[in-house]
């Protein structure tokens, strides 16, 4: 079983850029496709970005092009930059892993059996 800590939230004025990482142990994420995603209030959890476990991406359409995922599985780390940040990229973030295939891109938090606690982003206009 692995477990995800993720770091790198804060508060950030519109038109900045915060690098999240999330750091797994317990066990390798060479093993697991990871995703983030991100949860504000009042609105359902949505997906951000993923990565498989032989680097091919995903993002959403909103967001591709000013968010970028990578990992370096000999950290054990997946991690999110996010880059010209707006007032509604205000949430809650979190890294999510699953055990999967290596060419599988998972986009559904209904895909990943493990989570971590969120870190949360607040942009100011």
């Known amino acids: 079983q692995v477990q995800l800590v993720e770091s790198g939230g804060g508060l950030v004025q519109a038109g900045g850029s915060l690098r999240l990482s999330c750091t797994a142990s317990?066990?390798?994420?060479?093993?697991?496709?990871m995703g983030w995603f991100r949860h504000a209030p009042g609105k359902q959890r949505e997906f951000v970005a993923a990565?498989?476990?032989?680097?091919?991406?995903s993002y959403a359409l909103s967001l591709k092009g000013r968010f970028t995922i990578s990992r370096d599985d000999h950290k054990n780390t997946v991690s999110l930059q996010t880059n010209s940040l707006k007032p509604e990229d205000t949430a809650v973030y979190y890294c999510?892993?699953?055990?999967?295939?290596?060419?599988?891109?998972?986009?559904?938090?209904?895909?990943?059996?493990?989570w971590g606690q969120g870190t949360q982003v607040t942009v100011s206009s």
């Open positions: 990565i498989s476990r032989n680097g091919g991406t």
């Open positions: 317990g066990r390798a994420t060479s093993s697991y496709a």
């Open positions: 999510a892993a699953e055990e999967s295939s290596w060419f599988r891109i998972l986009t559904s938090p209904a895909e990943y059996q493990y």
